[in-house]
Nanobody, 117 residues
Framework: VQLQASGGGLVQAGGSLRLSCASS????????MGWYRQAPGKQRELVAD???????NYADSVKGRFTISRVNAHNTIYLQMNNLKPEDTALYYC????????????WGQGTQVTVSS
């Protein structure tokens, strides 16, 4: 399974970006896809994830500003990021995993999001 992420960039505070992540194939019928981010000197953290059935989790820091969505037929997820803040600056990683088997856990290459103040 390969994950191809795109859509990062440089934006001013208050601006918007949309990230996309396409999986080369669906590795399980019940996989969870999501976005994580890692800022310099910090641990990687969950931003948002979504199941095939549409159940969603958001980090508290992005609730009300970010929206994750999914097109199962295309094994693709999106992250619409609005009202971006400088603290959202990080390398954003796409992830796809099985909720039943921890060995099934794939990462994309990361896309940089930089928010200037």
């Amino acid at each position: 399974v390969q994950l191809q992420a795109s859509g990062g960039g440089l934006v001013q505070a208050g601006g918007s970006l949309r990230l996309s992540c396409a999986s080369s194939r669906s590795h399980s019928r019940m996989n969870i896809m999501g976005w994580y981010r890692q800022a310099p000197g910090k641990q990687r953290e969950l931003v948002a994830d979504i199941t095939r059935g549409g159940s969603i989790n958001y980090a508290d820091s992005v609730k009300g500003r970010f929206t994750i969505s999914r097109v199962n037929a295309h094994n693709t997820i999106y992250l619409q990021m609005n009202n971006l803040k400088p603290e959202d600056t990080a390398l954003y990683y796409c992830n796809s995993k099985s909720p039943y088997d921890s060995r099934i856990n794939y990462w994309g290459q990361g896309t940089q999001v930089t928010v200037s103040s």
